[in-house]
């Protein structure tokens, strides 16, 4: 096993996610990128928190690497590396930024959000199964297997960019009602939504009430799949 391997992700991982914080600072300014970032973290930890407390994969190929008590990353957010978050920012915000400033402009919100997400899927599709084979990470679920990587997880990534697509458009940057959520936003919150303040705190909200949504549908996906967890694909 090669010690540098954990290493290299999380330096790795640091250094895309400054390119990417500098592109969002000339693309959309500082406020609204930092929000994007801090609320990747938001919309991530908890979700990938969950899948390690459930048994769907583990972060700790590398525990003892260096140390008995070494937990295989220098930087954790509970039971998930830091690597794993900055990682999910730097593919969400490129998706993000090809999608609406360079493939579909000006088009309709949702058919944004289905292209970002797809878009991350794809460029997943080249990350996950090189850095499961390298243990970054370990799938333990019974599922049908892509290329080494339980299906579920993919369509985990096409929900999670998405949704935080529609969050981010239509909250951050252009402020619009969310479908389901705009009584309970009525009981919650007054007034027009007009402030950097105001925002952040509705986007909170939005990531909080979208992660509940995002995590049930992915136990379905899951349990739908683990009767025909002995199909193994590539």
Known sequence: MNSLVPLL????????AIVMLYAGFRRYGRVK????????ILWTAPIENIGVVTGSYTYYGFAGLFLTEYPGYLFWVGLVPLWIELGWFV???????????????????????VASGLLAVNMDAVIDPVASSNELWVWLAPSIYVLGVPAYNWVGWFLLVFFYDIAFEHTVLDYRPLKGLSAIE???????????????????????VLSIVVTLLLILVQAAMMPFSYIKVG
Do not use: D
């Not at 990128?33 to 990747?40: H, R, V």
């Open 9 to 16: 992700a999380e330096i790795g991982a640091v250094l895309l």
């Open 33 to 40: 990128t930092l929000i994007f970032f801090a609320g990747s």
């Open 91 to 113: 593919v969400a915000l490129s998706s993000f930024i090809v999608v609406h400033e360079v493939i579909l402009p000006k088009r309709r919100a949702v058919v944004q959000a």
């Open 186 to 208: 009525k009981l919650l919150f007054k007034g027009n939504v007009v402030s950097s303040e105001s925002k952040i705190i509705r986007f909170a909200f939005r990531l909080v």
